[in-house]
């Protein structure tokens, strides 16, 4: 107890760093990209934080597999380098015993992924979506980029500023096309702001000095107005319409839909909870190394292996979401084949003389480090 309770505290301190260094470097690319929505005008620039809460909670999933097995990798990895392996191997503490911390660790993370994979990250993916929606369907000075064109939602246009001042209150020299039921509208203007008004609460973009053109010139319908001051009513942003994808829809949900793309997306969700389990397992055998071996040598094929394991549940999502895989064996023989992998590999290294030996009362054979 007192070698597992060791065992235990070190992968558990090992994965909480891990965790931080690549939640860390996960939320900065997470971001950076949100900077890269607001120079291009699709949110406001006081969204920002609200997004990036949201999108963190994502980002969770995809880091504590990772974590975990790098953490079982580091940890052990350094005990063999150490020679402690030895010792405990020379006491008795075989790979089957050294599994034990390892399974608690990783049933603990496999619980908390289950509990992001099912119910926060399709939660949090979906108000993310669902405030960027908002975003683009609005008109607003704040998230006005000078120099773009930018659409005009609900009113079949678009819309161009030259400039706007430093406290985002004021833009010049507009220009707006808008498409209506008497026909074709331009507007040019000098300035504008937008108006909230008082007693209705409308939203309204207000123009000074400019011209307004309607009408075709071929058809003898065409007019030019000249104006000092003209108003154009914004449509309220209301997401009437707002469909949900399948990876932000609740598990529940997923469940009584019941078909094979619901289905694809509910077992990719209990499949990446399992995964945590199925790396910190095939981590044993790839931790191992002697103390003279390279550090990084091991590392390299565990990556490796890593990223193969995780094309093969991207494949085995295609298939069962294509049809071509029945949702009954769906993703489940990927983690099947990893953990029998996994421990052909520790049987293959300890020999099978030292199985063979515990299984005859009265024998003693002791496991290689």
Known sequence: MIITRYLFKEI????????????????????????????????KADT????????SITTVPFILPLSIYLAVLITLGRLYRESEMAALAACGYGPFQLLRPVLIVA????????????FLAP????????MEALQKNSVDIQGITPGRFR??????????VETINEDRTRIGNIFANLSTEKGNT??????GRIRIDEKSGDRFLELTDGHRYEGSPDKGN?????????AIRLEENRLTNFQFRYRSQPSLLLYKAGNRHTLAELQWRISSALFCIVLAVLAVPMSRSSPRQGRYTRMIVAIVFYLLLSNFLNVARTWVDEGTVSPTIGMWWVHVSALVFAIALIIYQNGARYYLGRLVPGRRVVASA
């Open 186 to 191: 331009t507007i040019i203007a000098r300035a």
């Open 151 to 160: 659409p005009i939602p609900m009113s079949k246009g678009i819309i161009y």
């Open 48 to 55: 920002v934080m609200s997004l990036f809460g949201i999108y």
């Open 222 to 230: 065409f007019s030019i107005i000249r104006f000092e001051r003209h």
């Open 123 to 130: 939660w949090a993916d979906g108000q993310g979506g669902r």
């Open 107 to 118: 049933v603990l993370v496999a619980i908390i992924q289950g509990v992001f994979t099912l």
């Open 12 to 43: 558990l301190a090992t994965f909480s760093g891990v965790a931080l260094v690549l939640m860390l470097m996960a939320s900065s690319a997470q971001l950076v990209g949100i900077f890269t929505k607001v120079a291009d005008g699709t949110i």
